[in-house]
């Protein structure tokens, strides 16, 4: 192939990835968000202990992490095509088993920067009145932002590689492209090409992302 062919090809990639990886970034964002807290306020030492919902909840997210993705999207296909109306393969199939399996990774994330925010803060808050609702967006939340930020950015770069490996089954996308062109076709240039897109896209997204942690981190 020459670089006239390969060039659109990973403009097109390149564009169905970025699709991937946003929208089953943002339902990750907003479900991880949801049940990580969920989990801290929950848990027998929290604003509103419930062990029998908490034990649940932990178990659905230790399950959601447990399993490897490629596993993960083939055991879901039925889920798959219910979501899409009958398609298990394409970029709008794969956003399902890629929501799916951040959302569990990004909820333990945000439990954790959640528990690191120090516990005097939380107790002056319920000393001087604060309701929960209070306590949890304009404290827990609010300390807990460059953590929160910081795990999000591990989870885009998990979903990077996610929607790299969901071309292994037809899921569109760099990996797709990689594997069709770059294994199957023997077409150096295109791996080459497509590793090192996959690369920089990486370090980018690592480099906002700490860069946005430190600043939060300091105001």
Do not use: C
């Amino acid at each position: 192939m020459t670089w006239s062919e390969i060039w659109p090809l990973l403009q097109e990639a390149s564009v169905a990835t970025a699709i991937m990886v946003g929208v089953s970034g943002l339902f990750a964002t907003v479900f991880g968000l949801l049940f990580g807290v969920l989990l801290v306020l929950t848990d027998r030492d929290g604003l509103f202990p419930l062990p029998i919902l908490n034990k649940l909840l932990g178990g659905v997210v230790n399950v959601g992490r447990s399993l490897p993705f490629i596993i993960l999207m083939i055991a879901i296909v039925p889920f798959t095509k219910l979501v899409t109306g009958g398609s298990s393969i394409g970029t709008e199939a794969m956003i399902v088993p890629l929501a799916v399996g951040a959302v569990p990774f990004y909820a333990r994330l945000v439990e954790t920067a959640l528990r690191e925010v120090d516990p005097g803060v939380v107790a002056a808050a319920r000393a001087m009145g604060a309701s929960g609702r209070e306590i949890v967006w304009k404290v827990l939340l609010r300390e807990a932002r460059p953590g929160l930020l910081a795990g999000l950015t591990v989870t885009v770069i998990a979903l990077v590689g996610y929607s790299a490996m969901a071309g292994t089954i037809g899921g569109g996308g760099l990996g797709d492209v990689a594997v069709q062109y770059g294994y199957e076709r023997f077409e150096t240039k295109v791996m080459i090409s497509t590793v090192v897109l996959l690369v920089v896209v990486v370090q980018l997204v690592q480099m906002l992302g700490d860069w946005a942690a430190r600043r939060l981190s300091h105001k």
